[in-house]
């Protein structure tokens, strides 16, 4: 488990949190705050806006001075016509305040399909910014002390309290123009299942306006650490060990509206214990029917054998393609095969073939945790650290995405919930400026993003039939102000997105105000 891992820096777990929840009087603080309330989304922002036909929209793959309509169904959500634009004219007839308008003018708006999230702890989200964790603020900001400071404020969370950073987090991504999210939530003898239930009920909060796919997660290990008894120092026994946090995964996994399971195998004691996690969940993943997601080789230690290797074998000996079709699997981190040469990329290509198999780059936290030079070394090597998402997509045909993966904790201190943040930092950190590469960029954040986790999506280019899960970027022409800079082009929104966006989900406006 984490502490286990945590051992091998000279740091004692038990100790730790010990500390954080029964702190000695010379350094008492004033009690925690109680947890706000967090009112349901429903109750706060109005319903969504059903629409029938979006006007004067730009599209990928045409002149900005084309511009477009597009029909849609509000009983099926979906588009049924793409139309070059006619202007209408001014209407004469009565219109009634309480009667909405199906039709959304959006005059020089760039149309595109909605973004996604397809690797997000909504459990740990905002932990730096709330006044329950303000004990708990990096002073290294190494992976050690994120894994600590993580475990000392699992021991302070509540319902109320995941429900309040959870609502946070997705309202921001639904704002910046997400419709579906893979929303991971930790299990372990340690918080139980209140991750999991918080989850779910976001889950059923949010249905209409995002799509929130939970996944139970062991962050813990579970073939190290508490058995099913557990114990005052965590510990288990023997073959007992792990046991208690398998268990509960197992309870989790089965509960109404959990999608997906996934675990990480790095932190187990030794490699025959990281092979026998992945052994455990693919087989649980299977049994249940679920979709997979495993956080994998999350080091930059050329001397290790990448587990991937392991992973793509036991999905080959499971017959996960014959056996879970319409499930799939990713695969997070992945950071020790940044050291891959040219024959282990050519020999993952080869493995991966047939295989569901979507790799995961998370730039932000890998950049912060990744790469970090010795010291005593002058600071002169500081490697990138995180997969070459757009290579592997343009050169490899590989499949990769782009994901947030946390947001305002201590594992990920920088960043928002904005997926294009991600696509615009890929200009610099892939050195990916060209059309093309924009395209890709966005994709990760967007078509393929959605693709990875199961969820329904569309090609870049929109179409007929096409589920109508959109994103206007930009003000309409109708309300834009005097100096205003527009963006006529995808490129230029990946450079810089800016912040006037309009979701739609289903075919429907989502109001967030």
Excluded at 90 to 95: A, D, F, L, V
Excluded at 418 to 447: F, R
């Amino acid at each position: 488990m984490a502490a286990a891992f945590l051992a091998t820096h000279g740091i004692d777990l038990q100790h730790e949190i010990s500390s954080a929840q029964f702190p000695s009087s010379s350094i008492l603080e004033e009690p925690l705050p109680e947890p706000y309330p967090s009112p349901s989304p429903s109750s706060v922002i109005p319903a969504p806006q059903p629409i029938h036909l979006i006007t004067g929209v730009r599209l990928p793959h045409t002149p900005p001075s084309t511009l477009h309509d597009i029909h849609i169904s509000t009983s099926t959500g979906r588009v049924t016509k793409i139309a070059p634009h006619t202007p209408s004219r001014p209407s004469t007839s009565p219109r009634t305040s309480n009667t909405p308008s199906t039709i959304l003018p959006a005059t020089l708006s760039i149309a595109l399909p909605s973004l996604s999230h397809p690797h997000l702890h909504i459990d740990k989200a905002h932990l730096l910014s709330h006044p329950r964790y303000s004990s708990l603020q990096p002073t290294t900001g190494t992976f050690a002390e994120a894994m600590t400071l993580t475990a000392q404020a699992k021991a302070r969370f509540e319902r109320q309290d995941l429900l309040e950073r959870g609502n946070w987090v997705v309202a921001e991504s639904v704002r910046s123009g997400v419709t579906c999210l893979r929303a991971f939530v930790e299990v372990d003898v340690g918080v139980a299942l209140a991750g999991v239930e918080a989850g779910l009920q976001l889950r059923r909060e949010w249905e209409g306006r995002c799509e929130v796919q939970v996944c139970v997660f062991a962050q813990e290990g579970v073939f190290t650490g508490p058995g099913d008894a557990g114990g005052a120092d965590g510990a288990g026994d023997g073959d007992d060990e792990g046991k208690g946090n398998r268990r509960l995964m197992e309870e989790a996994v089965s509960m109404e509206g959990v999608d997906v399971v996934g675990s990480t195998p790095y932190v187990e004691g030794d490699r025959e214990r990281e092979e026998k996690n992945v052994e455990w969940v693919v087989r649980l993943a299977i049994r249940e029917r679920k979709h997979l997601d495993l956080h994998l080789d999350y080091h930059l230690d050329g001397a290790r054998e990448p587990l991937v290797w392991y992973v793509l074998e036991v999905l080959r000996r499971e017959r996960w393609a014959e056996k879970m079709k319409g499930k799939t699997v990713c695969l997070g981190h992945c950071t020790r095969m940044t050291l891959f040469g040219r024959e282990e990329w050519e020999r993952l290509k080869r493995e991966v073939e047939g295989l569901p198999v979507t790799f995961v780059g998370l730039p932000t936290s890998d950049l912060f945790m990744m790469g970090r030079p010795d010291r005593g070394e002058g600071w002169r090597d500081r490697g990138r650290g995180t997969l070459q998402v757009v290579s592997m997509v343009q050169e490899l045909g590989l499949d990769a995405v782009l994901g947030v993966n946390n947001v305002g904790n201590a594992f990920t201190p920088q960043g928002g919930a904005d997926p294009l943040q991600l696509a615009s930092l890929g200009v610099g950190l892939y050195q990916a400026g060209t059309k093309k590469d924009a395209e890709t960029l966005y994709e990760c954040v967007s078509t393929r993003a959605k693709a990875a986790i199961g969820c329904e999506t569309s090609s870049l280019e929109l179409k007929e039939g096409d589920m109508a899960d959109l994103v206007l970027y930009g003000l309409p022409r109708e309300n834009e102000p005097k100096l205003y800079r527009r963006r006529r082009t995808l490129q230029e929104l990946i450079y810089d997105a800016g912040p006037d966006r309009i979701t739609l989900k289903r075919g429907h406006r989502i109001v967030m105000e």
